[in-house]
Nanobody, 127 residues
Framework: QVQVAESGGGLVQPGGSLRLSCVTS????????IGWFRQAPGKEREGVSC????????RYADSVKGRFTIARDDAKSTVYLQMNSLGPQDTGDYYC????????????????????WGQGTEVTVSS
């Protein structure tokens, strides 16, 4: 059974940092593209960052470039999202998603590319 689980969300003040983790099981992790998406209250879900296999490709939304860093640890079947200089605009539910076709395509922000999703972790940036 495939499981995708996010953790690390919480309440942080503006300018602060959080590190989200996405732990997976039941998949051959090193063949999977992993993406992070978020959904702010009242807004559509958007892609934040994603990483291909063998650290071959990374993408960041323009709104997070220079502030967020994605990394994967294949030995732990885990992807991390380090988020720095957080602002209220970063508030939302953050979701991790896994795409099993990592051998055939790069990461992207098309949510339909991903077959397995976690339940999300909430991030609130507020003073």
């Amino acid at each position: 059974q495939v499981q995708v689980a996010e953790s690390g969300g919480g309440l942080v003040q503006p300018g602060g940092s959080l590190r989200l983790s996405c732990v997976t099981s039941g998949i051959k992790f090193d063949n999977y593209v992993i993406g992070w998406f978020r959904q702010a209250p009242g807004k559509e879900r958007e892609g934040v960052s994603c990483i291909g296999i063998n650290d071959g490709s990374e993408r960041y939304a323009d709104s997070v470039k220079g502030r967020f860093t994605i990394a994967r640890d294949d030995a732990k079947s885990t992807v991390y999202l380090q988020m720095n200089s957080l602002g209220p605009q970063d508030t939302g539910d953050y979701y991790c998603a896994a795409d099993r076709f990592g051998l055939f395509r790069l990461c992207a922000f098309d949510s339909y590319q991903y077959q397995h999703w976690g339940q999300g972790t909430e991030v609130t940036v507020s003073s």
